[in-house]
């Protein structure tokens, strides 16, 4: 596995539904920005993963998380982002329906903003 679409094709059935959506999302602010760092796929504006690293999608068993490393950094104004670790903040998805290209939009050019 060496690529953001691998990652997500070793994914079970409905957490590729929401990879599906998701990713999308991401690359539209963030083109060729994304690359596997500690096994997961990150968003980062250095040269190389984990640098100004703005974003990362992780499937756990049960969901998959799309976080911010500076979500806490943010406003955000839909309530769905949750305090993690650090600055960090993150929304765990259990279905595609659940991902509001509008509000994830908003999310993802605050946290690049913040890193640019």
């Known amino acids: 596995m060496t690529t953001v ?33 500690h096994g997961h796929p990150v968003w980062s504006l250095g040269i190389k993963p984990g640098q100004r690293t703005v974003c990362l999608v992780k499937a756990y068993p049960k969901n998959v998380t799309f976080g911010f490393f500076r979500g806490q950094d943010f406003t955000d104004p839909s309530g769905r982002l949750k305090p993690g670790a650090r600055r960090m903040a993150a929304v765990k998805l259990t279905s595609a329906d659940e991902v509001d290209a509008e509000t994830f939009t908003a999310w993802l050019r605050a946290a690049r903003d913040l890193e640019e």
């Not at 070793?10 to 690359?27: N, V």
């Open 5 to 37: 679409n691998d990652y997500a094709a070793t994914l079970p059935a409905h957490q590729r539904e929401i990879t599906d959506i998701l990713l999308p999302i991401i690359e539209a602010e963030l083109p060729g920005a994304g690359a596997l760092w």
